[in-house]
């Protein structure tokens, strides 16, 4: 069976603040994909990044990051130097190649000025 | 550019009623999904296929069916629609690579359907 689990269930920070999204994720495929999505206010869900279970390196975008650890299961964003608009719902998803994902909880963000 | 198209985009339905919510992807990818989002709550797999004439169930199958009998096209099927029906469903496609874009999910933009 797979999981995903997003601790933090509501963050608020004043805009400028770092914040981190906790994401763990339990399955027992061995090649698996790791994904993070935004969905704002509006409601559509924004792909962010895409991470392969076989490539542990982090990444930057912008004043985005994300870092991926294997040993702990784990797939945390972190947005430095937050920003208004920023605010959204942010989704930690795992999919397999057989298929199913499987979607976190969902992190809310709020952000204030 | 399409995408992912689904229809309708917002529908009222009456309690025992039934409906088809349509799918379709024009980026030839194998794998759809159906996802419902209840208020405030993440999204729950309903139906998922991986390629044309395989379906299986996600978490939440209860009171839906779906058809893959094409690529293209992945329907869900409400019958006798109830009011714990209400949500928003999002259809989704992927297709199974290991490098690439393989594997990322692209969604609809949602249709919000209220049971009364």
């Known amino acids: 069976a797979q999981k995903v689990t997003q601790a933090q269930t509501e963050i608020s920070v004043v805009e400028k603040e770092d914040v981190t999204l906790d994401c763990v994720y339990e399955?027992?495929?061995?090649?698996?994909?790791l994904f993070w999505y935004k969905q704002p206010p509006s409601g559509e869900l924004v792909f962010l990044i895409r991470?392969?279970?076989?490539?542990?390196q982090n990444e930057i975008s912008g004043r985005y990051s994300w870092n991926f650890q294997k040993s702990t299961s784990s797939f945390n964003f972190t947005i430095t130097a937050s920003q208004v608009v920023d605010s959204a719902v942010y989704f930690c998803a795992l999919n397999t190649n057989a298929g199913k994902s499987t979607f976190g909880d969902g992190t809310t963000l709020t952000v204030k000025p | 550019n399409a995408g992912v198209t689904q229809t309708p985009k917002f529908r009222i339905l009456k309690i025992g009623q039934s409906m088809t919510l349509q799918c379709a992807q024009d980026m030839n990818h194998n794998y759809m999904y159906w996802y419902r989002q209840d208020p405030g709550m993440g999204l729950k797999l309903i139906y998922y296929s991986v390629g044309a004439g395989i379906t299986d169930k996600g978490e939440v199958p209860n009171g839906y069916n779906v058809s893959r009998s094409t690529t293209e096209d992945f329907p869900l099927r409400l019958e006798l629609a109830a009011p714990s029906q209400t949500s928003v469903y999002f259809c989704?496609?992927?297709?199974?690579?290991?490098?690439?874009?393989?594997?990322?999910?692209?969604f609809g933009e949602g249709s919000w359907l209220t049971v009364v």
């Open positions: 399955t027992r495929d061995t090649t698996y994909y």
């Open positions: 991470r392969n279970s076989f490539d542990e």
């Open positions: 989704a496609s992927s297709y199974p690579a290991r490098g690439g874009s393989g594997n990322t999910i692209y």
